[in-house]
Nanobody, 114 residues
Framework: QVQLVESGGGLVQAGGSLRLSCAAS????????MGWYRQAPGKQRELVAR???????NYADSVKGRFTISRDNAKNTLYLQMNSLKPEDTAVYYC????????WGQGTQVTVSS
């Protein structure tokens, strides 16, 4: 079992920045990759960024150049640095981890005002 707890969401003006954190606990040694997803009202959940255990990353086209995913293995924490935020980034952001199962955090709200 893996437990994920997100933090760092909030309200920010367009052009601003936020950093999301996801603290992982449990059987974290078995995790193959971790990522951030988001879900806006009335839309499907979508991948924002993902990082493998080897450190390889990939991003949704809509956030490339603005968002950076990283992980601190010593702290068992995943981060998402979000810069140049846009109103269309408004969503609930979820932390995700996978080994032979997929785990989700409870989500954190990010609201970007225009």
């Amino acid at each position: 079992q893996v437990q994920l707890v997100e933090s760092g969401g909030g309200l920010v003006q367009a052009g601003g920045s936020l950093r999301l954190s996801c603290a992982a606990s449990g059987s974290i040694f078995s995790i193959n990759y971790m990522g951030w997803y988001r879900q806006a009202p009335g839309k499907q959940r979508e991948l924002v960024a993902r990082i493998t255990s080897g450190g390889n990353t990939n991003y949704a086209d809509s956030v490339k150049g603005r968002f950076t995913i990283s992980r601190d293995n010593a702290k068992n924490t995943l981060y998402l640095q979000m810069n140049s935020l846009k109103p269309e980034d408004t969503a609930v952001y979820y932390c995700n981890a996978a080994n032979n199962r997929v785990y989700w955090g409870q989500g954190t709200q990010v609201t970007v005002s225009s």
